[in-house]
C-alpha cells in the first residue's frame, strides 16, 4: 500500500492484494443404498458408487483505493475511519475426486467487479515514523481484520 496524508486527519491510500489463496473441502459419503450424507444430512441420489470428495479453491487479488480521516485520541493513538472501494478477481477452481483413482474432474471460473468498503480501527505511533494499525473492514463481499505495520517517508 501507499499513501499521502494532506494533513494530520486526512490521507489517501492505495493498496495492491495478490495471492490470497482459499480453499475448502466438502466430503460426500455414502451412508447406503442411494443415501448420501452432505454436511450431515442425508439426502437420496439412487445409486452412488462411492463416496466423493470436493474441493473448492480460490485465488484472490484486489486494488483498493480509499479515503482515511484520523482523529487523534492522546498523543500516540488515533482512531480513524475508511471508505473506498476493491476492484477485486477471483478465480475458483471446483475439484472432485473420482472414485479409486487420483484423476479430478475440475470446473474454473473467474469473477470481477468493484465493491464498495469501509473500515474502522486505529494507529498506534511505536516511534517517529513506525505505527502498528490495527483495522476492521468490511465490503461487499468479505470481512477482513487486519494487523500491519506503516512506515511514514516523511
Known amino acids: 500500500s501507499l499513501g499521502r ?5 486526512f490521507c489517501i ?7 490470497a489463496h482459499f480453499s475448502t473441502n466438502l466430503a460426500i459419503n455414502n451412508v447406503g443404498i442411494g443415501v448420501v ?11 452412488l458408487p ?7 479453491e480460490a485465488y484472490v ?10 482523529v487523534p485520541v492522546i498523543d500516540y493513538v488515533d482512531v480513524f ?3 473506498g472501494f476493491y476492484n477485486y478477481s477471483i478465480k475458483t477452481t471446483a475439484k472432485i475426486l473420482l472414485p ?22 486505529f494507529d ?22 487486519s494487523v500491519l505495520f506503516v512506515y511514514n517517508i516523511k
Open 5 to 9: 496524508c494532506f494533513n494530520e486527519n
Open 13 to 19: 491510500e492505495g493498496g495492491y492484494l495478490w495471492g
Open 37 to 47: 450424507n452432505i454436511g450431515g444430512s442425508p439426502v437420496n441420489f439412487g445409486v
Open 50 to 56: 462411492a463416496d466423493l470428495n470436493l474441493r473448492r
Open 61 to 70: 487479488s484486489a486494488t483498493q483505493l480509499s479515503a482515511l480521516w484520523k
Open 81 to 83: 475511519g475508511r471508505a
Open 100 to 121: 479409486g483413482t487420483t484423476i479430478f474432474l475440475a470446473e474454473e471460473s473467474e469473477e470481477r467487479g468493484t465493491v464498495p468498503m469501509a473500515s474502522i480501527g
Open 124 to 145: 498506534a505511533k511505536l516511534m517517529k515514523k513506525v505505527i502498528v494499525r490495527i483495522e476492521g473492514q468490511k465490503t461487499g463481499v468479505v470481512s477482513i481484520f
